[in-house]
């Protein structure tokens, strides 16, 4: 489809700022849609229903599994993360770029089911900025804290499977880098298959 | 290397306005180094030796190949075109962008050679309009234009093969759109797998 939107999978560190760096993009310009993710955690403060996450519980989660109304589904720290697939089809279709804001297990899942997924991941430009922001968040405890980082540890074993990295020192740049990167998506030849067969066959007439 | 250049392998139709684009993204920005071809064929009035193309005789240019100086070559028209090696190399170690003006045998062939390059092709709108564009030039015979139509025919049999399409319907636009892709491509993971060791060695310290 040559219209469709260009799917963002987007994944980083907690504290990499990606949560920052994606309002930022959806405030700045018109052709995003967040996908908003379900999960079986409880929300932090502040955090509100529907917009940040859908808050389900564990038996309402389990059957939306059941009922196959998720694109993938993971566990995390205990809780049950998935994202709604109705929204994420209806807006690619109708050619908005959606972001995905997923934690890497779910990052694969995704790739599998779609291969024209853009995998992004998002990094702060060292360990030690990491443990600083996730500090200077002042929400959580230091066990909550080291929780983090050693998932952290985890996760950067596997960030090579991304397609695009992307180090966020600097949020505006950040940001318009991550924008930049969607809309040259767009520009991919699989994207443009119904243009490149009718000037083919222009190209015979004339 | 996380700092090498780009290689942007740039192709499209003749008449579809690349050379415009490419002249006008290396006088807007400062990091692209442009590859200048070999070629046996006559200069075209305007054109300069050594800015333009490199016009060596056959017995000169079959000795750059004999003496593996060249990245790729291809016969076009009757006329051997080239790449010579060295400046591109240099340029790309030294972390410029380099922008190589190749047909679609020779962009082909630099793939298998360089997997990390970047295939773009520029098309115009539509054959109508490449047809007007050629006529426009006013400085080609009626069977020069036919068989440059015909040649973009066998051409766009081919275009599929490229990573990217960028379809020119504005000079300004495509220039803009031809350089945020080619600086998204420094995102790819495998542009930054130095720094991704880092940070996992880091993560394990902290």
């Given at each position: 489809?040559?219209?469709?939107?260009?799917?963002?999978?987007?994944?980083?560190?907690?504290?990499?700022?990606?949560?920052?760096?994606?309002?930022?993009?959806?405030?700045?310009?018109?052709?995003?849609?967040?996908?908003?993710?379900?999960?079986?955690?409880?929300?932090?403060?502040?955090?509100?229903?529907?917009?940040?996450?859908?808050f389900?519980?564990?038996?309402?989660?389990?059957?939306?599994?059941?009922?196959?109304?998720?694109?993938?589904y993971?566990q995390?720290?205990?809780?049950?993360?998935?994202?709604?697939?109705?929204?994420?089809?209806?807006?690619?279709?109708?050619?908005?770029?959606?972001?995905?804001?997923?934690?890497?297990?779910?990052?694969?899942?995704?790739?599998?089911?779609?291969?024209?997924?853009?995998?992004?991941?998002?990094?702060?430009?060292?360990?030690?900025?990491?443990?600083?922001?996730?500090?200077?968040?002042?929400?959580?405890?230091?066990?909550?804290?080291?929780?983090?980082?050693?998932?952290?540890?985890?996760?950067?074993q596997?960030?090579?499977?991304?397609?695009?990295?992307?180090?966020?020192?600097?949020?505006?740049?950040?940001?318009?880098?991550?924008?930049?990167?969607?809309?040259?998506?767009?520009?991919?030849?699989?994207?443009?298959?119904?243009?490149?067969?009718?000037?083919?066959?222009?190209?015979?007439?004339?």
């Open positions: 489809m040559d219209n469709q939107g260009v799917l963002a999978v987007i994944s980083g560190f907690s504290g990499s700022g990606k949560g920052t760096v994606m309002r930022a993009l959806l405030e700045k310009y018109d052709n995003y849609a967040l996908s908003v993710s379900a999960t079986t955690r409880s929300p932090r403060e502040g955090e509100i229903d529907g917009r940040d996450y859908f389900r519980t564990r038996e309402e989660f389990e059957r939306m599994i059941d009922e196959k109304e998720l694109l993938e993971a995390y720290v205990g809780n049950y993360y998935g994202t709604p697939k109705d929204y994420v089809m209806s807006n690619l279709q109708a050619g908005k770029d959606v972001l995905l804001e997923i934690e890497i297990q779910g990052a694969l899942k995704i790739r599998e089911s779609f291969p024209d997924a853009v995998l992004i991941f998002i990094a702060p430009p060292g360990a030690a900025e990491l443990r600083r922001r996730l500090v200077g968040r002042n929400t959580e405890s230091p066990e909550t804290i080291e929780a983090r980082l050693r998932r952290a540890e985890e996760e950067a596997q960030m090579d499977e991304y397609d695009y990295l992307l180090i966020n020192d600097n949020v505006d740049c950040c940001v318009k880098e991550l924008h930049n990167l969607i809309q040259s998506m767009h520009m991919r030849m699989k994207n443009h298959l119904s243009f490149a067969e009718k000037i083919k066959e222009e190209m015979k007439q004339i």
